[in-house]
């Protein structure tokens, strides 16, 4: 129980987690929201702790796709271009 109270004080430092820690801490939270065990208080702030992390998440993913570059074969050679949403 003490761990779900700390859950969004340790995310306010944790901005900076990998995507798979971000990931499976919104897994984890996701399987204490499910289980339906914890209190109304408790699953409030697991939701606005999974929001956050969700947001971490979908940032990574998206400077993810920024690196992306698309390899392509132009006249024998290889040239690189930026991904797109084609």
């Given at each position: 129980?003490?761990?779900?109270?700390?859950?969004?004080?340790?995310?306010?430092?944790?901005?900076?987690?990998?995507?798979?820690?971000?990931?499976?801490?919104?897994?984890?939270?996701?399987?204490?929201?499910?289980?339906?065990?914890?209190?109304?208080?408790?699953?409030?702030?697991?939701?606005?702790?999974?929001?956050k992390l969700?947001?971490?998440?979908?940032?990574?993913?998206?400077?993810?796709?920024?690196?992306?570059?698309?390899?392509?074969?132009?006249?024998?050679?290889?040239?690189?271009?930026?991904?797109?949403?084609?």
């Amino acid at each position: 129980m003490a761990d779900e109270e700390n859950e969004g004080i340790e995310l306010e430092k944790d901005s900076d987690l990998s995507f798979e820690d971000a990931l499976t801490r919104l897994e984890e939270i996701i399987h204490r929201m499910e289980s339906g065990d914890s209190p109304l208080e408790s699953l409030v702030k697991n939701y606005q702790s999974g929001v956050k992390l969700l947001k971490i998440c979908r940032a990574k993913i998206e400077l993810a796709e920024m690196k992306i570059k698309e390899v392509t074969e132009q006249d024998g050679k290889l040239t690189t271009k930026d991904f797109s949403d084609e």
